[in-house]
DNA sequence: CGCTCCGCTTGACCTGGATCAGGGCGCTGC
DNA sequence: GCAGCGCCCTGATCCAGGTCAAGCGGAGCG
């Protein structure tokens, strides 16, 4: 959990907390409709949330990376309103939600991480909504996950994408084929060189300006 | 303020709220990048929210009808991420943040409440997110937002849009054009009926038919 | 009255990205 | 080994919706 949590709070935090895990590639945090329980912080590995919709389509929601903060939307309508799905072998903590609304109420800290988080999200969601070129979302895409990975002190230079191409194309509201056009005139263009799904960033000022429109919203 | 919150919590609530308005059209609530200090409830008018990207471009994000809640999203960053602006004459509720929010950490029912309307603001804005049809989007803007109006006791079978086209466009990534070409065949379709910014139901059901798919996300 | 302005509509054309179709490569299992 | 299967790439074609351009009608106003 990010600062802004003293240590008492953390001491009382981890009688509440439970290390779950390891899930494996396809296997389920939760399901949509399930009663809403717990919320989920990613220790390691990759995970999507997902929705899957009257006619069986699947509409990918987001992509949680170690150190954030899975289930949040399921507080509204006490339920989760979308599958999580593990990507690849992911471990994670788990906060029973019953529990920490009670502690949020006496405990001002973890109350206002809590309003922060969620907030976050709507801000996350909105970033999807706007109309944005197939350049600019895939830029956009890179960019978030490296940058997210740099937070957690990860290389800011190159990273692996856990999730096929399907995943981020049906993420970005593209085609899969688009995906892959628009990498590859990327690296043509000296942006990046991916080979699978390893990328490494070689003009990553370039690329941050494509983002740019999207990621100020 | 929907139900949730019992008689003596609401007694307590008229503490912090003021009677703010008339707004007149045009006229802002706020501005993005202002403090955050306080979320507003509509009495009477229409709000929208909306962003200026670097390139003075407008981005609509939101309209909020009488008895909804504003600028709930500045939370997070403590400073609000939107402008809001009047649509038409607009009376308002002004609720100190900061007073609510010692007062959510006693009362339960009222944390609970700003959770839930952080909670369902996420999936309001998920709902743009989706690769829908300009029928759908159309489709399913009218049935918001007269389910919207019901809800709150107005007519069911026509309402008055109190924005321009453009700014309907705007918010559901369109062109002014293809939502006049929408409406006038909706129209020609029997669904509706079309007068400047009067419309008529004629066809709920078809309507929601084709609103269902972005509508049930 | 007639004028201009602005929101709305309509038509003609263009284009970005979807769709369709095919092919390659690296698994796993036999 | 090779067959089968995911995943990924690439080219050819198509179309929904954007863009451009032009009228139209009501509101404010000299």
Redesign the interface.
Known sequence: MPSGVDKPALQVLHCLVEHVGPFREGEHLFRAHEAFGAIFAVRGGTVKTR?I???GRE?V?GFYLPGEMVG??????DHY?CDAVALDSVYLCRFSFRAL?TL???I?GI??Q??????????V??L????FSADERVAAFLVSIADRFAARGFSTSALHLSMPRSDIANYL?LAAETVSRVLRRFQDQGLISVAGREVKFTAPQALRALA??VL??
Do not use: M, V, W, Y
Not at 72 to 77: A, D, K, M, S
């Open positions: 929705l919709d009257s006619l509409q929601l949040l939307n399921g507080i509204h309508p309103p609304e949020a109420a006496r001002p109350q206002q809590l309003f922060r988080l969620l907030s976050k999200d709507i801000g969601a909105s999807l909504a706007g109309d509201r740019r429109n100020t919203t």
